[in-house]
Each structure stands twice: as structure tokens, then as C-alpha cells.
């Protein structure tokens, strides 16, 4: 699997370099993880890998387009190594997990802006909000006991 991270290092002209392995590993094995994580799941690996070595490996992949950087309304940025489908994403308003969604319909932008304002729009980011299956779970007892279905 590091020959693939390496060659996708390569194919947009990146030196190979153990932390970028590092955080595209981490990136690919865990979607939609802020700063903090991606430095800890670096750091089991690496310990000596600095915190700016981690910032820096991140701006430069999403410079790259390796990496997309995705920041809910109110919520911390995050990040995630599918790039390229114009994909959405659902976010849980009582724990903040994230999932993909897939595009709409076709391809990007995969909706039409009822007014483009003569833009040429290329993409288009929508954001679910609801509650996940865990949260609803856990809360399901409070909600019977209210009454509210």
C-alpha cells in the first residue's frame, strides 16, 4: 500500500517523505479527522514528527489536490483523501460524525444553481445535517419519555 502513496506523492510532483506516507496513511484508514488526530495517528508511528511538519504535509497535499480540507459550520476542519467526485457529506448535530454522501445526481457540480450569476460553476458542497444512528439510539429512551416520536 506505500507504493500507491508513493506513486500518488509522485504523480503530482511531490517528494516522497516519511510523514507525507504518514498522514496520507493516516487520512486513508481514517476519513474526516481533524489536526489533532492526524498528529496523534502520525505520531504513533513517528513520535519526532513535529506538529508544523504535520501542518505543513497537510497544506501541501490539499495544495496538491491528495487531500480535501472540509469544515462544517461550526465545527473544526477536517480532513479526507477522497478527492476528485464532488461527493457530499451528512454530519451527526449531536457528536459531529461525518460520512460521505455521494454526488446527487451525475457528475460536478451534480446540482444546477438556480441563479449562477454568470459564474462557471465546477462544484458544488452540500452539507446534511441530522443525527446519527448511535446518537438517535442513545437518546431514544429520553424521547419516549416525552412523548415526542
Known sequence: MTSDLEAQLRAVSLRVTRPRLAVLAALRDH??????????????????????????????????????????????ARYESRVGDNHHHVVCRSCGTIADVDCAVGEAPCLTASDDHGFAVDEAEVVFWGTCTDCATEHLPEIRQSGRK
Not at 488526530?37 to 491528495?66: E, K, M, N
Open 31 to 76: 476519513p474526516h479527522v481533524d489536526t489533532d488526530t492526524v498528529i496523534a495517528l502520525v505520531r504513533a508511528d513517528q513520535p519526532t514528527v513535529s506538529h508544523q511538519a504535520v501542518y505543513d504535509v497537510l497544506r501541501a497535499l490539499t495544495a496538491a489536490g491528495l487531500v480535501r480540507r472540509i469544515q462544517p459550520a461550526g465545527a473544526t
